[in-house]
């Protein structure tokens, strides 16, 4: 066995503690180890080494965690670049079929956690397009079934989500689903009950997702522990059903301990406590504490315009949801000004017969009728 005295194995240890990093949680950690791995198998390997594009992809997937997108979107970009011309369409000789089969894995991959990066960047046209790739090559890879299949059907099924698509992304999240039933993957079925859950949210039928979302707080909880930041997610996501059914108590708590957990493991700036905080200020606000909701709303309005870009449609849904509230308390200019730019952003990023979009055109009719 080599020595971690080696580079190589160095490397490949570091590399080994990112991903048992990510999977638990600590992103910091598990970034620097991925940085210190990628640089060595650079030296080591060279600049077009399937190792590297390997650290590449797992460095992309935890920059990403930490809300660095334009960096993780750089090291997936990176990453594709080495495994295409390696992963070509030519069949390779029996004997190099595992290591060809490896590489394809690779591929899909680094273009999933691209669409991710890229979504999450709110470019959800370019985000559809690569996932599309994925889904595409995975299917022709695995014509019998595979977990990237499963991850890429779930991919895209989020894209249409946003995209408002809801009709669309039903039966990818589904498929996916009877893929991690059979397979016995509790976290991928977590995931994916969590997903089918907010898009009941979205749809509006409370009662429907509530059960789905509860099932995936369950499944990931026993899975990875309670003050994990997966579980927090799922939480949330709860607590927004739990909303909308008017069980308000529930859903402050499940929104408070998911920024509590956010906050301890990826900072109380980062994009995530932002999607609690908006979470918290709208229970606050239907139970009419107003200065509560103001300063939730307002805090997560403020990390989301430091860490988005300027047209990303979740600062239109912070602005919405705070000119609401600033029209309750009688801010009835500022509340118009907010909902104005929300309109035009969620025009640009979602287009105008996007379901958010007609709403907040509502609102400003609405607003502009009362006052």
């Given amino acids: 066995m080599a020595s971690t005295d080696d580079p190589a194995s160095r490397a490949v240890a570091l590399h080994e503690q990112a991903i048992a ?13 991925c940085r210190q791995a990628a640089a060595i198998f650079e030296a080591v390997d060279g600049p077009e080494s399937a190792d590297l594009a390997n650290a590449l992809i797992e460095h992309g997937r935890l920059l990403e965690r930490l ?31 595992l290591v060809a089969d490896e590489l394809r894995r690779l591929l899909i991959g680094a ?12 470019r959800l046209d370019e985000a559809e397009a690569q996932c599309r790739r994925a889904l595409a090559r995975a299917e022709a890879a695995f014509p019998d079934g595979d977990h990237l299949v499963a991850e890429a059907l779930n991919a895209l099924g989020m894209i249409h989500k ?20 059979a397979a016995g993957d509790e976290e991928a079925e977590a995931t994916l009950l969590h997903n089918l859950g907010g898009l ?3 749809r509006g039928d409370f009662a429907a997702g509530e059960s789905a979302a509860r099932r995936a707080v369950e499944l990931r909880e026993a899975l990875l522990g309670a003050d994990h930041p997966a579980v927090a997610a799922d939480r949330e996501a709860w607590g927004a059903l739990l909303e909308g059914l008017g069980r308000h108590a529930e859903a402050e708590r499940a929104y408070a301990s998911s920024l509590a957990s956010f906050e301890a493991h990826q900072g109380p700036d980062s994009l995530e406590a932002a999607s609690s905080l908006a979470s918290l200020g709208s229970v606050q606000h239907a139970q009419g504490r107003l200065d509560e909701a103001l300063a939730s709303y307002r805090r997560a309005l403020a990390i989301r315009q430091a860490r988005l870009p300027p047209q990303h449609f979740d600062l239109a849904l912070t602005m919405n949801n705070l000119a609401m509230l600033l029209d309750d308390r009688g801010a009835h200019e500022e509340a118009h000004q907010l ?11 979602l287009g105008p017969a996007h379901p958010h979009t007609r709403a907040v055109a509502g609102n400003v009719e609405a607003l502009a009728k009362r006052n």
Avoid: K, M, W
């Fill in 111 to 122: 273009e999933l956690a691209r669409g991710g990066v890229v979504r999450a960047s709110g």
């Fill in 162 to 181: 946003f995209q408002g698509r809801y009709a669309e992304a039903e039966p990818l999240y589904r498929r996916a689903l009877a893929f991690a039933t």
């Fill in 67 to 97: 809300d660095r997108l334009p960096e993780a979107e750089a090291a997936l970009d990176r990453a594709l670049a080495i495994l295409q011309p390696l992963a070509g369409p030519n069949p390779p000789p029996d004997d190099e079929a």
């Fill in 21 to 33: 990093a990510r999977l638990e949680g600590r992103y910091q950690e598990g970034e620097r180890a």
């Fill in 200 to 202: 009941c949210h979205a």
């Fill in 339 to 349: 909902l104005e730019r929300a309109l035009a952003i969620f025009t640009i990023a």
